[in-house]
């Protein structure tokens, strides 16, 4: 009855295991990420959080769902305001730049990311003073300056003629 490999017979082996293709009632698995409702990893934010701890301290399961989904909705937040960026520049692709616009546009993100985005540029700017309003005239044009103070600003004093030197 016994084989030489160690005294087992053939067929699904063991007392009354379940081995073999043919199993009963299994459970399909799911992932802790399944179970919240995620795309971002449970498991392994759970390991991250593990590892990063001072003195062995224990981690929650709580702890890493939460902070899964913390990750998950700031990802979302970002990408939707990049891809409305580069929607607007009429691309469609997300680059760099797009997300610099999109993280500096919002104030609450900007004060989360202080971080240096590599390929990001620089936010387009221009002073309040050097914008031009219409129907409103710049210094130093007619009508530039209220007329008290063009009475109050001394006469631009007027260069000699220069007489030219030398033979004609």
Known sequence: MSTAAGG???GKGGKGGKGGKAGGDSKAQSTRSQKA???FPVGRIHRY????TQNN?????KAAVYASAILE???AEVLELAGNASKDLRVKRITPRHLQLAIRGDEELDSLIRATIAGGGVLPHI???LIKVPGVP???QPGGM????QQQLPPKPQMPKQIPIGPK
């Open 8 to 10: 087992k017979t053939g």
């Open 37 to 39: 409702g995620l795309q």
């Open 49 to 52: 959080l593990k590892a990063r």
């Open 57 to 61: 301290m224990r981690v929650g399961a």
């Open 73 to 75: 909705y700031l990802t």
């Open 127 to 129: 002073h309040k003073n």
């Open 138 to 140: 710049l210094p130093g």
């Open 146 to 149: 209220p007329q008290q103070q």
